[in-house]
């Protein structure tokens, strides 16, 4: 958590135990300086929920104006629901050169997050003790829209309290109510630009960061679909639409920003879905789908079946004259080795997840006879490597969502207000990788 506590900034201004009773020594110097008088005073200060009131706070203040701030941590890996735990510190109103303090606004549970608490992502967080749990913990949450509060001295980038910010970058830690946030200007994303949040809501803007980046950047990098299209349709040769691409775990977030994303450049995709535990349900998703702008829909069953190629051939590319150069494989296993078999000649499979947990062969006859390529996609080393692009990427699916053309995926609002109890937060977490959802948890913050 380097681009939020670091730990001379710890040392000097940030924490104090989280204790009402015992007020800091040193008044914070926001509330030194007093209006209309060019000298500095040392004022008796009586009330520290005034203090609150004339620093325009909107969360909750412990004596000085300090901060009270609650963090879900964990110290160790492990599921959620037994190595969470919810800890409540304090945060001086004094700020760093070059530091904001945000508030929280809303903070999606994704896969990753889960995974990174159990210990099984790609990248481990360091567990820290700067925020004076018992032991060196880490705080998880790699995506989420906060309020800037607060604003430090020289402060870069246009912030200003008000704001709407992004984190720059994934492990910023979002699970928690406040945080303090050192070289601010580049560890954040102001929202929205010259616009700033109109026309957006904080539900929208925490969860552009990950999904659609992510289906952005893999329909974008790997192959030009929108070219292929453009010269399918140049070559007089009878195109009935936009290029294909093809995708698995089509209902999960990235697949659904996908089939969006796909509809607004004029492209065709072909979606795999889960059965769901009756006809009716699996026949309702199928629609979903179609009204966000998928071009077909199958089930698992059927995309494995033994029929599917003939059904490629003759239903939806006449008679593969209209190649599948792109497939997406969020699934691995059995769902991976089916792609490879549907893709045309010369065409790219790239995975960025294995939901299954099943590994797939790389057989050497496609990759011989039919040239496909292999590729993985992680968003973090990408953004780490392209951090203009992925501003820019996430300027624009802005937006499309403030245009009303693109539409954020299914979520379960989970409230976390100061009171809110710490069993509900694990539970919220702990249930994201467990049997169907009717969307992702969202932490929505309220009174905090």
């Known amino acids: 958590m380097a681009s939020v506590l670091s730990p001379n900034a710890a040392a000097r201004h940030l924490l104090r135990p989280a204790t009402r009773s015992t007020p800091p020594r040193l008044l914070p110097s926001a509330i030194l300086h007093q209006s209309g008088n060019n000298s500095?005073?040392?004022?008796?200060?009586?009330?520290?929920?005034?203090?609150?009131?004339?620093?325009?706070?909107?969360?909750?203040?412990?004596?000085?104006g300090y901060t009270q701030a609650k963090t879900l941590v964990f110290s160790r890996f492990g599921e959620p629901s037994d190595v969470l735990r919810l800890h409540t510190h304090s945060i001086s109103p004094t700020l760093p050169d070059g530091a904001v303090?945000?508030?929280?606004?809303?903070?999606?549970?994704?896969?990753?997050?889960?995974?990174?608490?159990?210990?099984?992502?790609g990248a481990r967080p360091a567990f820290s003790p700067l925020l004076g749990t018992p032991e060196p913990s880490a705080v998880p949450g790699n995506e989420g829209c906060f309020e800037v509060v607060a604003v430090g001295p020289r402060v870069g980038g246009g912030l200003r309290k008000g704001d709407w910010v992004i984190p720059a970058t994934t492990g910023f830690g979002t699970f928690r109510t406040h945080a303090l946030v050192e070289n601010a200007d580049r560890a954040l994303l102001r929202v929205g630009g010259d616009?700033?949040?109109?026309?957006?809501?904080?539900?929208?803007?925490?969860?552009?960061?990950v999904n659609p980046c992510?289906?952005?950047?893999?329909?974008?990098?790997?192959?030009?679909?929108?070219?292929?299209?453009?010269?399918?349709?140049?070559?007089g040769?009878?195109?009935?639409?936009?290029?294909?691409f093809l995708q698995n775990g089509a209902n999960s977030g990235v697949g659904r920003a996908a089939i969006q994303l796909g509809r607004l450049w004029g492209l065709r995709s072909i979606n795999v879905v889960r059965e769901r535990a009756t006809a009716e349900e699996t026949e309702a998703l199928?629609?979903?789908?179609?009204?966000?702008?998928?071009?077909?829909?199958?089930?698992?069953?059927?995309?494995?079946?033994?029929?599917?190629?003939?059904?490629?051939?003759?239903?939806?590319?006449?008679?593969?004259r209209e190649p599948v150069m792109l497939g997406l494989n969020c699934v691995g296993g059995k769902s991976a080795s089916a792609m490879i078999k549907a893709l045309s000649p010369k065409g790219c499979m790239v995975t960025y997840g294995g939901m299954s947990r099943q590994s797939f062969p790389f057989p050497t006859g496609?990759?011989?006879?039919k040239r496909l390529r292999f590729e993985g996609f992680w968003l973090s080393e990408w953004a780490k490597e392209n951090p203009a692009e992925k501003r820019n990427t996430i300027n624009e699916i802005l937006e499309l969502m403030r245009?009303?053309?693109?539409?954020?995926?299914?979520?379960?609002?989970?409230?976390?207000?100061?009171?809110?109890?710490?069993?509900?937060?694990?539970?919220?977490?702990?249930?994201?990788?467990?049997?169907?959802?009717?969307?992702?948890?969202?932490?929505?913050f309220g009174d905090t």
Request: net charge positive; hydrophobic share 35%.
């Open 403 to 444: 245009e009303g053309k693109f539409k954020e995926s299914p979520f379960k609002e989970v409230e976390w207000n100061w009171d809110t109890e710490e069993k509900v937060l694990k539970d919220a977490i702990q249930g994201t990788l467990e049997g169907f959802k009717s969307g992702k948890g969202l932490f929505v």
């Open 40 to 64: 500095t005073r040392n004022p008796r200060i009586s009330d520290p929920q005034s203090i609150a009131q004339r620093l325009g706070r909107r969360y909750k203040s412990g004596p000085y």
């Open 101 to 121: 303090l945000v508030r929280a606004l809303a903070a999606p549970v994704n896969p990753a997050d889960v995974n990174t608490i159990q210990g099984t992502y």
């Open 214 to 235: 992510s289906a952005y950047r893999m329909l974008k990098d790997y192959v030009d679909l929108v070219d292929l299209s453009v010269k399918s349709f140049a070559r």
């Open 366 to 369: 496609p990759q011989i006879f």
């Open 237 to 244: 040769d009878g195109a009935t639409g936009g290029a294909w």
């Open 195 to 209: 616009k700033g949040t109109a026309g957006l809501t904080a539900k929208q803007v925490a969860t552009v960061s």
């Open 286 to 320: 199928k629609s979903e789908l179609r009204e966000l702008g998928a071009t077909v829909v199958v089930t698992e069953a059927e995309f494995l079946d033994r029929s599917f190629s003939a059904r490629l051939k003759e239903e939806w590319t006449r008679g593969d």
